[in-house]
């Protein structure tokens, strides 16, 4: 697993704060914690700790803190280990204390940002490993859980890899049903080139190494080399030579992720590291 980024910038409060007050209500309803609020008396305080059950890398603890926050702010929460940090079993991540009813009600929701965010990372640092000790690094993609972009995304930071585009208004990527329906590589990019500002990148997918000559033609920021096998994407950067971004996608896995990194490519871009993630398993141990 990869070192603890001490560098890796908190999330804004006003940004992650609808996400967590949306699963907050959720889980809620209409008439909140009903059987802490039947069980547990009214003055009972309690304490423990957040801790890794697995190894990996922790991501989501300013998301998981608010959830209790936000619930009562006579709870204490103190980050043990900050994103980005590599855990290991029985390791404490987030310290909590305070009333009991509230900590038990937000328990979940803390745990399901924490545990899913902690797995993005984690999958995130296995293939950044596996890249090295190439250039190449891990990116991701718009194939993210709806409303938890923001969170997926700097939880990839977290793991060590960087983030593509955020939206479809940040960038232009030219993929091959745009290709298609402009009628080729050259007037997809003209097309492209005449409607966005000056400080808009353009990036175009291809999938033949003809389709690269188009694009290289046409002086592209980036090149997105989808599905080619490694001996395809040596030649593809021996062919950009350094004009544009080399971006490889398609059949990422662990396995494959050496060879891709060998060709030379910048970029390695991947959907399952936060569409398919599985989750790091963290839970809540009560102390005392």
């Given at each position: ?12 409060t006003l940004?992650?704060e609808?996400?967590?007050?949306a699963?907050l209500?959720?889980?809620l309803?209409?008439a ?5 609020a039947a069980?547990i008396p ?8 957040i801790?890794a059950?697995?190894?990996g890398?922790?991501a989501?603890?300013?998301a998981?803190a608010?959830a209790?926050?936000l ?8 980050i ?15 310290r909590i204390?305070g ?7 937000a328990?979940?929701?803390?745990l399901?940002l924490?545990?899913?965010?902690s797995?993005?990372?984690?999958a995130?640092a ?5 890249a090295r000790?190439?250039?190449?690094r891990?990116?991701?993609t ?8 923001a969170l ?16 479809l ?7 091959d049903n745009?290709v298609a329906?402009a009628?080729?590589?050259?007037p ?6 005449a409607?966005v500002?000056?400080?808009v990148?353009i990036?175009v997918?291809?999938d033949t190494?003809a ?6 033609a ?5 090149v997105l080399?989808?599905?080619m ?5 040596r ?9 544009a971004?080399?971006?490889a996608s398609g059949?990422i896995?662990v396995?494959?992720?050496p ?11 991947t ?5 398919s993630?599985p989750?790091?398993?963290l ?6």
């Amino acid at each position: 697993m990869r070192p603890p980024i001490m560098d890796l910038a908190p999330l804004p409060t006003l940004l992650i704060e609808p996400i967590v007050r949306a699963a907050l209500l959720e889980d809620l309803g209409r008439a909140g914690d009903i059987t802490s609020a039947a069980v547990i008396p009214a003055d009972a305080r309690m304490a423990g700790v957040i801790a890794a059950r697995q190894p990996g890398v922790v991501a989501g603890t300013d998301a998981a803190a608010l959830a209790f926050r936000l619930l009562d702010t006579a709870i204490s929460v103190a980050i043990l280990t900050p994103d980005g940090s590599p855990v290991r079993p029985g390791d404490a991540v987030i310290r909590i204390g305070g009333p009991a009813r509230p900590i038990l009600a937000a328990e979940r929701v803390a745990l399901n940002l924490v545990c899913r965010l902690s797995g993005v990372a984690t999958a995130t640092a296995t293939l950044a490993a596996a890249a090295r000790p190439h250039k190449a690094r891990i990116v991701c993609t718009r194939k993210t859980t709806p409303g938890l972009r923001a969170l997926e995304k700097h939880a990839v930071r977290a793991g060590g890899g960087a983030n593509h585009r955020f939206g479809l208004d940040d960038a232009v990527l030219i993929k091959d049903n745009h290709v298609a329906v402009a009628g080729g590589v050259q007037p997809a990019i003209a097309r492209a080139r005449a409607a966005v500002g000056h400080l808009v990148k353009i990036e175009v997918e291809v999938d033949t190494l003809a389709q690269l000559d188009e694009a290289l033609a046409e002086g592209i920021d980036a090149v997105l080399l989808d599905n080619m096998t490694p001996d395809q994407l040596r030649e593809a950067v021996c062919r950009v030579a350094g004009r544009a971004v080399t971006e490889a996608s398609g059949r990422i896995t662990v396995e494959t992720v050496p060879a891709i990194a060998a060709s030379g490519v910048d970029l390695i871009s991947t959907g399952w590291i936060t569409h398919s993630a599985p989750i790091l398993d963290l839970g809540l141990d009560w102390e005392g």
